[in-house]
């Protein structure tokens, strides 16, 4: 962190108080979350968590009762219909456009797949794209993903679940792993 520019050094802040407030809340131990080697949080022995950020708000959460656990944020606008082919699957994007608010859809699918990724790479510490897992979402705030390649202990076909909440700010998403 000490060669990034002034906003990132802000933002990792914001994150690592808000990880410590999260297991301050747990009555966990008051500890430095220093970054592993791929710059993810290590998290204290028997406590999971992750930590989220976009322009306007910095949110963490830590759990004991969970291996692991995705959390991402994102502003409540459309993803750019460019980015369609790069972010969602063609299913995805059926769904999308058949939806109310297609590009909103389409950025509730992208922060999907952000949470269920961030929950499964402490565990399998793979790397894979935005094709790796195929998000459904259903209208009660639940989301599954679903992996479709290896990545770990985690087998083509398998699925995480999650929720998700929109408001007229922000979407919202967590996956947990038991």
């Known amino acids: 962190m000490a060669r ?3 906003k990132r050094r802000a933002e990792f802040q914001a994150g690592r108080t808000a990880a410590r407030a999260a297991l301050t809340a ?16 290590i ?10 950020h976009c322009e306007d708000m910095c949110l963490a959460v830590a759990t004991r009762a969970a291996r ?5 944020i994102e502003p409540a ?9 790069t972010v969602l699957l063609p ?3 059926r769904k999308a456009d058949a939806a109310a608010h297609p590009g909103q859809y389409a950025k509730l699918i992208f922060c999907a797949k952000e949470a269920a990724y ?14 790796g897992l195929q998000i459904s979402c259903d209208a009660s705030g639940q989301f599954s993903a679903t992996f479709r390649l290896k990545a770990g202990e985690f087998q083509p076909g398998q699925q995480l679940t999650g929720r998700y ?13 038991g």
């Open 68 to 72: 692991s656990v995705g959390l991402d």
């Open 77 to 85: 606008l459309g993803l750019e219909r460019a980015l369609w082919d």
């Open 26 to 41: 747990l009555k966990g131990p008051a500890c430095a979350l220093p970054a592993d080697a791929d710059r993810a949080p």
């Open 118 to 131: 961030k929950a499964q790479f402490p565990l399998s510490r793979t790397l894979f794209d935005f094709h």
């Open 165 to 177: 909440l929109i408001d007229s700010d922000h979407i919202v998403t967590a996956a947990l792993i």
């Open 91 to 93: 299913a995805e994007q």
């Open 4 to 6: 990034a520019v002034p």
């Open 43 to 52: 998290w204290p022995r028997g406590y999971a968590g992750s930590i989220t």
